[in-house]
């Protein structure tokens, strides 16, 4: 992979770039909360559309402190 935005993913290639197994990404395929294409068998996700759903759904943690 070198780094193109048209990069296109398998669920292993997926799964090792998340750092999750891929029984929790084929859950996420499933409940459709992530952004991907079935190609005959075979599930296929963007680069793109991912970094940009992480960017969606990223938690904001409240700072402690009180600053």
Do not use: C, N
């Not at 296109?8 to 991907?36: D, F, H, M, Q």
């Not at 005959?40 to 963007?46: L, N, P």
């Amino acid at each position: 992979m070198d780094g193109a935005s048209g990069d296109v993913l398998t669920i292993e290639e997926l799964a090792a770039y998340l750092k999750i197994p891929k029984s929790t990404l084929y859950k996420l395929v499933r409940e459709g909360k992530i952004p991907s294409q079935k190609i005959g068998r075979h599930w296929r996700f963007r680069k793109e559309a991912i970094d940009r759903w992480l960017d969606a759904t990223r938690v904001k943690t409240p700072v402690s402190g009180g600053f």
